[in-house]
């Protein structure tokens, strides 16, 4: 079956840090991906997407880019801010009814 | 458009009691979805309702029941609690599942059974 695998966290970076957050995936065919961020007592919301190999989601300085060939998705910002503190999540859809979700990477940011 | 809103925000129960956990959508989404976050775990699905009329269980589906009361409402219900049952509890929908399909997220109940 379809699984994401995030790196494992905490996270912890000083404010205008570069951020990247490894993710790779395995599916059958050609999913979709995402990434979706959590803030503290929230429920999740979209961050950035990718629907087809080499797109580049981006939004809020966040990049993401579809590498089929490695079958990964890593998020990248290239200066976090303390607001950015947050859990990341993974995610793919594929052919099914039913996505598929990392693990989740806690994010902490210091001043 | 307020999204996908859950009723209650918090609550206690305790062994044995029973409760309903409220969804509603008004983006006309087609599929529904319950999951459970504990901490470590990830995201896990409960059941799931890929449109009006239909229900499947997910991958942790014991212990709960749902109904698809109409296309916006999707409710989840403990017949008789447990304290494994701890958690934080998601509602989501999504217009398109499968390719493209991006969920959206209720804010979660948080659920302590003693």
């Known amino acids: 079956g379809d699984s994401v695998t995030q790196m494992e966290g905490p996270v912890t970076l000083s404010e205008e840090a570069f951020l990247t957050i490894n993710c790779t995936y395995t599916?059958?065919?050609?999913?979709?991906l995402f990434w979706y961020v959590q803030y503290p007592g929230e429920g999740l919301q979209l961050l950035l997407k990718?629907?087809?190999?080499?797109d580049k989601g981006s939004n809020k300085g966040f990049e993401a880019t579809y590498r089929k060939e490695t079958t990964s998705f890593h998020l990248e910002k290239g200066s976090v801010q303390v607001s950015d503190s947050a859990v990341y999540f993974c995610?793919?859809?594929?052919?099914?009814?039913?996505?598929?979700f990392g693990r989740g990477t806690s994010l902490i940011v210091h001043p | 458009n307020a999204g996908v809103t859950q009723t209650p925000k918090f609550q206690v129960l305790k062994t044995g009691q029973s409760m309903t956990l409220q969804c509603a959508q008004d983006?006309?989404?087609?599929?529904m979805y319950w999951y459970r976050q504990d901490p470590g775990m990830g995201l896990r699905l409960i059941y799931y309702?890929?449109?009006?009329?239909?229900?499947d269980k997910g991958e942790v589906p014991n212990g709960y029941n749902v109904s698809r009361l109409n296309k916006r409402e999707f409710s989840l219900r403990l017949e008789s609690a447990a304290p494994s049952q701890t958690s934080v509890y998601f509602c989501?929908?999504?217009?398109?599942?499968?390719?493209?399909?991006?969920?959206?997220f209720g804010p979660g109940t948080r659920l302590t059974v003693l």
């Open positions: 989501a929908s999504t217009q398109l599942p499968g390719l493209a399909g991006e969920q959206f």
């Open positions: 995610a793919l859809t594929g052919g099914s009814y039913i996505p598929t």
């Open positions: 309702s890929a449109s009006e009329g239909t229900t």
């Open positions: 990718a629907t087809k190999a080499d």
């Open positions: 983006m006309n989404h087609n599929s």
């Open positions: 599916a059958t065919g050609y999913p979709s």
